[in-house]
């Protein structure tokens, strides 16, 4: 359990850093530069604590075939404390947000994507629970830990960049209340396992909910325990198809508030 827990607590500090520098990035889009700067700082406290645990601000090198390299449990006080300060300064920023009138008026009704097209399209991720779908791989097929822990799926119907944002703001959340559950148990068992041989020509699926949404890898073997095939379905490729409804009958100025929204990876897409 010490390398599921470790590796769950990583994927949350990962979505944490990335939905507060999403939310910048919209605000920043709008030329909201305060709230835009605000959301940087908080991004800056997250990458810190990343190095701070593993030695590195993006968590490289910490996931290893059968297991991880790090030990975090040790930095729970700090871990904890600095969620909380995150925490704190995030939902303040929020409020600044929602009470400008300029900023909710360039994020609301832009960029509507319906929820019919997002299921035709097989959208994943915010901008599928944002028009109403609701999926997320960490509820719907659990893998890690996640059946452990309790945290809510935020959806939303509008479709817009409003509600893209929303979904990101209320997974920052839940995020923060997930790594607080994993802290609050005891890890047991080895870090890391040695893997034995793999037979060669056996093949395995994976998935898990990245930041931007599901991410799937099918994996072959080969001989001399190498890999024959390896697949990835990064969220970006089922996304970039919903970024060009979205951003029908909207005006040029606002065609970068769109894109941020969706926030896609063109290197994902290409995988």
């Known amino acids: 359990t010490s390398a599921k827990y470790t590796r769950m607590i990583a994927l949350e500090l990962e979505r944490l850093y ?39 601000r993006f968590l490289r090198g910490l996931v290893v075939p059968g297991g991880v390299t790090k030990d975090i449990f040790p930095a729970r006080e700090k871990i904890l404390s600095t969620l909380k300060e995150v925490g704190k300064e995030f939902r ?3 409020d600044i947000l929602y009470s400008s009138a300029s900023f909710m008026d ?11 097209t997002v299921e035709d399209l097989g959208i994943v991720g915010v901008p599928a629970r944002a028009a109403g779908v609701d999926i997320d ?9 996640y059946c452990e822990v309790e945290f809510k799926v935020p959806v939303y119907t509008q479709g817009d ?3 893209r944002l ?23 068992g080895d870090l890391k396992i040695d893997i034995k041989e793999l037979k060669p020509h056996r093949f395995a699926l994976g998935c898990a909910e990245g930041w931007r949404g599901s991410i799937v890898y099918w ?3 080969a001989t001399q325990g190498r ?10 490729f089922s996304n970039w198809p919903g970024l060009s409804y979205a951003v029908r009958r909207n005006i040029v100025p606002d065609f970068p508030l769109c894109n941020k929204s969706f926030n896609l990876s063109y290197s994902g897409n290409d995988l």
């Open 106 to 116: 360039r994020v609301r009704t832009t960029g509507v994507i319906a929820k019919k």
């Open 219 to 221: 994996m072959m073997t």
């Open 161 to 163: 960049v409003f509600a």
């Open 166 to 188: 929303a979904v990101r703001i209320d997974e920052v959340y839940e995020s923060i209340r997930i790594i607080e559950q994993v802290l609050s148990k005891k890890p047991q």
């Open 137 to 145: 791989m960490r509820r719907d097929a659990p893998y890690e830990a």
């Open 18 to 56: 990335n939905h507060i520098a999403d939310v910048g990035g919209i605000a920043t889009d709008v030329a909201f530069i305060f709230g835009a700067a605000r959301a940087g700082i908080l991004r800056e406290k997250i990458v810190q604590l990343n190095e701070e645990l593993t030695g590195s």
């Open 227 to 236: 890999l024959y095939r390896c697949k990835i379905k990064d969220p970006s």
């Open 92 to 94: 303040e920023l929020v």
